[in-house]
């Protein structure tokens, strides 16, 4: 498991770092241009063509962040990287809308739209994966306009690419888009299955989770606008934000059964149900609603505030004892605080990179294995779940009328296994592993499964998990006694069980009292 997930992570990362373009057919020309803000919006062209005042952009990026107004660039014909055929790529697929004002004839221009508001099959150059337009073959004057409206992030370099750079760049983004859908299709499925075949209702959130993180994903960087509704553009402006706000309350809710926060971190739980619920609100504000400009401030800071919350949640579970989280606070840690560099450039604060906008969604399959790493532990679970029915059946068939013509105990010493299987346990103290089964005993004392029910039902009246209990619970009374210091979440994992709620039930099964209550009655026996 752990040889699978590194190599997976090295190679999506040289995936990753083979993304950044190079060569002298992909260039950056976003300094070429000047820009002109109108905060109106109602700035004709044959006006703008006649504005003298332009500000240059000395950054390899425009900055202009979340913006209301129109945004105006022009730039020199002749300029590098403005060749006939080349073409000029707006490096954000979330764009609404932009036009190319170019003079093919003499004081004659030619526009050419593009964005995510109009269909794909209106784009000027829709077999593109970025907005793009191509530069024409005509040119009769010194300067050609970009005319850019977005309610979107206008944040972003152009790039002028020749054809071989765009078709390597197609072919390669291609790929390794469907190399990440297959992997969160995998997790997805075994998700799937654990949820309808053991009614596991976290992993049912957990997939939930990652439909709508994928969704949101390839909406936001073009991938679902192309392939799944090229000609919805409302839906695509809308569909980002609503994957990445719905994501919240089902990842939220994965969280707070995962971490059991309805026990361990009672107040946490209820932080994160209110953001939760809110988030749905949201949901449906941003169908209804004209912007979506307030929705997607505040799902960001919802994710700015979570993160650290959720992980120092973690933390604290993980110091007292519940270290199987590790891998949670690992996978889950990194990917979300990675995450967090994206939210900064969402929110205007770090400028545009390819690695800085991209490596949350190289990440993002990483942090899915902590699913199936949960699903392993999960299976191990059941797998004692499953020994315990197994003893039960064998128990029903033990019954006082078939036990004699069914014995499976025959040949066997019964007196010599029982004292066996007691020596066994005092000894090695094989209780203390959560992971004990009767398939393990079993084979501790040369029996069969069948053969060591059939013992302990008929000799001590009690199924395996019982007897098992009762060694755990013995030993939890000592600690609780020798060491009130420790936490009782601390003593439950010590002690074998799995969480603090059934250590809670069978010790309260056992001697009538809560472990909390039992250590103050044996304090006040000691005063």
Known sequence: MKKISWAFILFVTILGTSCSPHGSGDQNI?????????????????KIQKQQIWNPISKGQLSFNFSNDVIWLRAKTTG??????????????????????????????????????????????????????????????????????????????????????????????????????????VMF?????????FGLSEFFFYAAYVVCTVLWYNGQ???????????????????ILVFSTLGIPFSFQFVRMFLNTKVNNPRIDKILLIIGIVAIFCVVAILTSYTTKIFSRIATYIY??????????????YFKGDKKILFFLISWGTYFIISYNTMFYFLGILPYSTPLLYSAVFIFPIDLFFLLFNLLQ????????????????????????????????????????????????????????????????SFAIGLTVQQTSELLNSKLGVSFRSYLNSFRITEAKKILKEKPGLSIL??????????????????????GVSPLLYRQSDDVKEK
């Open 80 to 185: 590098e990287g403005f060749s006939q055929g080349r073409i000029l790529s707006l490096e954000w697929k979330a764009l609404d809308f932009a036009t190319l004002y170019y003079p093919v004839h003499r004081n004659e221009y030619k526009s050419f739209d593009t964005g995510d508001t109009i269909p794909k099959s209106k784009w000027t150059f829709p077999e593109a994966l970025y907005p793009s337009f191509e530069i024409p073959e005509e040119n009769y004057g010194e300067y050609f306009y970009i005319r850019i409206h977005s309610k979107s992030l206008i944040s972003f370099p152009i790039r002028s690419l020749d054809e071989k750079s765009l078709n390597k760049r197609m072919i390669l983004e291609t790929a390794i888009t469907w190399l990440i859908l297959g992997v969160c299709t």
């Open 30 to 46: 976003t300094n070429q241009f000047e820009f002109f803000q109108d905060p109106s919006t109602e700035i004709v062209f044959e």
């Open 378 to 441: 999960k299976y191990e679970k059941l797998e004692g779940e499953r020994n315990e029915i197994l003893h039960r059946i064998v128990t029903l068939n033990n019954a006082p009328t078939t036990r004699y013509a069914k014995s499976k105990l025959n040949s066997i010493d019964t007196e010599k296994s029982l004292a066996k299987l007691e020596s066994w346990m005092r000894e090695s103290r094989p209780y203390l592993d959560e992971k004990l089964d009767l398939e393990i005993a």
């Open 304 to 317: 700015l505030i979570s993160i650290p919350l959720i992980l120092g949640t973690a933390l604290r579970n």
């Open 221 to 239: 960087y073009g991938n679902a606008y192309d392939v799944l509704w090229p000609e919805s553009p409302w839906w695509q402006n809308k569909a």
């Open 490 to 511: 601390t003593i439950a994992y010590a002690t074998g069980f799995g969480s603090k709620t059934a250590f809670n039930v069978e010790f309260k099964k056992a001697t």
């Open 189 to 197: 499925v075994f998700a799937l299955f654990y949820f309808f075949a």
